[in-house]
């Protein structure tokens, strides 16, 4: 079994996400699902194949050598969606059977690791991810690890090869500058997996890195935080923007 969050590890996993040919076992965690039906663990196992959890629950680790799977060994940890439902978790909103958010199988697998604290409350597990996302072990967006050992994943530490298949992963009509309705925000979306926004004539007011999964866009600022964004019928909304492409 592999030890947490190592360099060795990490490497492991970015040459395995160019042929995405081996599973990802993220094993022994306390996982809290937010799914009603397969409800929490106290000691389990999630199971990714390429950008989507495919088994979560005890036992999937005595099969991993047969299916060839990476194994990240997160005892001491705790799984936690990374897209919370904060109208669920303040109690508004009633749960609801297979949340698109939750950790079930066939949703996208998205989730971060923190340590886990003793006897720690699931609400305020939640809560600790949401108050300080940077404090985080691992952070996995759609199968793609891009925080490890409490650190970015940059898109410049990847290797050339690793670059390679990511820049084919990004559709050519999203490529390029997209520009608000007012001319005030210009993002320039680059090949590389690179976002970097004008502001009101400011160069450089945010840089960072970015993810397309379907008509979603995901980014993750290079100063630590995350916004998203969605394509409609050739239109990028974003942060109360609406961007045409130029």
Known sequence: MNNSFTAELLDLIRANHTDGHRPLLFANARIITEDPLVGDFA??????????IVGI???????ADDDGAIVIDCDGSVLVPAVVDVARLEGLRAPSYRSATALAPGNPGTFAILPAVPEEADADALRRFLQDPGAVSALVIDGEV????????????RSATAATTETSEIPADILGTWI???????????????????RGGRPHAFQGSYWVSGSRID????????????????????????????
């Open 57 to 63: 629950g005890p036992g999937l680790l005595t099969a």
């Open 219 to 246: 980014y993750l600022d290079d100063l630590g935080f995350w916004a998203f964004g969605e394509f409609i019928d050739g239109v990028l909304h974003h942060a109360g923007y609406t961007f045409h492409r130029s």
């Open 146 to 157: 891009v925080v490890w050992n409490s650190k970015p994943v940059n898109d410049a530490d």
């Open 180 to 198: 608000d309705e007012n001319d005030f925000v210009h993002q320039h979306l680059t090949a590389d997996g690179r976002y970097d926004e004008t």
């Open 43 to 52: 000691r389990a196992d999630v199971l990714l194949g390429g950008a989507r």
